[in-house]
Every structure is written in C-alpha cells, then in structure tokens.
Nanobody, 120 residues
Framework: QVQLVESGGGLVQPGGSLRLSCAAS????????LGWFRQAPGEAREFVAA??????VYSDSVKGRFTISRDNAKNMVYLQMNNLLLADTAVYYC???????????????WGQGTQVTVSS
C-alpha cells in the first residue's frame, strides 16, 4: 500500500501559477506510476496527469499548461500548473498505481486531496 500526502493548493487568479507536491511512502519504484486527478464540485473525478519512468501522460484539458515531474530520491511527485483557468478549480488528488493504465482505471492509492481555487 502506498501512502500519499498532497500540499501546495490555494487561491490564485486566472492566468496565475501553482505547484502541487505529493509525498509518497511505500512501494514506489521509478517505474511505479504517480499522478494527479481532480474533482470539481458536482463533477466526477477526472484524470489530469501521470508519470512512470520517463513517460508522461496528460489530459487534453491541461496539456501545454501543466507539467508533471518526480524526484525519485525524495519520493515526491509535482504538478506545475501554469496559465490557470477558472475551470481548473477543483480538489486535486495525488494517485499511485503499478501502471498508468491501472491509475487511469482508478485502481490504486489516493491522497486526501488539496483544494485549488482559481478566482479573480
């Protein structure tokens, strides 16, 4: 079982930037998939981005604006969010799974979430 703790959420204006961090503990080798999902009020949880080894995957809605990265030595995964939109407002969840495919099927571990609010 992997334990995940997110940090870095907050309030930001449209066009601004935030960086989310997630500390992972447990079985997280370099090829273990780490990633991010988000859930807006009244909406289903949706995939945002994932990284496994040197491979990264992004949802179309964040491609070109968000960047996922990881520090294997520190067991950390990050989500750099630039040019934030009102539609990016959501609770962001860190996720971990043996593969990106399993993560996208919601077959893995979750953090408790961190709120990101984009508002003017």
């Amino acid at each position: 079982q992997v334990q995940l703790v997110e940090s870095g959420g907050g309030l930001v204006q449209p066009g601004g930037s935030l960086r989310l961090s997630c500390a992972a503990s447990g079985r997280t080798g370099t090829t273990y998939a780490l990633g991010w999902f988000r859930q807006a009020p009244g909406e289903a949880r949706e995939f945002v981005a994932a990284i496994s080894g040197s491979s990264t995957v992004y949802s179309d809605s964040v491609k070109g604006r968000f960047t996922i990265s990881r520090d294997n030595a520190k067991n950390m995964v990050y989500l750099q969010m630039n040019n934030l939109l009102l539609a990016d407002t959501a609770v962001y969840y860190c996720a971990a799974a043996p593969t990106i495919a399993r993560m996208r099927a919601s077959l893995g571990s979750w953090g408790q979430g961190t709120q990101v609010t984009v508002s003017s």
